[in-house]
């Protein structure tokens, strides 16, 4: 009998347990927020090689989303992801290639890519211990 009630209390403990949160997406938030201004900044005064090395401190600080992580993010926010990540490697390229033109293009859907899944993780999804801000008021998408 004793070996019984240990077994529903371990089941009850497992099942009351939180779930744990997906992996923070941002290593550092403020430091892509810095290197976002700072490839505007780039593009705007012509500095190619500064705004493709802000571009690259993006990369490097924003991990791509799958939608095979445990516990997984939501579809939503995986495809806002994904376009984020082929629009900066197409602005890391044409900002390589002195393109202005577009890059500034490619900065453009960067930023409405985070601006989405930014307002979408506000409103759907939550996760603690992200470090990703939420967003204060929620654009429409």
């Not at 070996?3 to 939180?18: C, E, M, N, Q, T």
């Not at 997984?72 to 926010?77: I, K, N, S």
């Not at 960067?110 to 929620?138: F, M, Q, W, Y």
Request: aromatic share 6%.
């Amino acid at each position: 009998m004793g070996r019984f009630f240990g077994s529903i209390l371990l089941v009850a403990a497992a099942a009351a347990a939180p779930s744990p949160s997906p992996a923070p997406v941002h290593s550092d938030a403020k430091g892509i927020e810095r290197a976002m201004l700072d490839a505007t900044k780039g593009l705007m005064f012509g500095d190619y090689p500064a705004a493709r090395a802000a571009l690259d401190r993006v990369e490097t600080g924003c991990r791509r989303l799958g939608n095979d992580e445990t516990p997984a993010w939501p579809r939503e926010m995986v495809e806002q992801d994904v376009a984020m990540h082929m629009a900066l490697s197409r602005g890391r390229e044409f900002a390589a290639r002195k393109n202005w033109e577009d890059a500034a293009n490619s900065m453009i859907w960067i930023e409405r890519c985070c601006r989405d899944c930014h307002a979408l993780r506000a409103t759907t999804a939550n996760p603690a211990g992200t470090e990703s801000p939420t967003l204060k008021t929620v654009p429409t998408p």
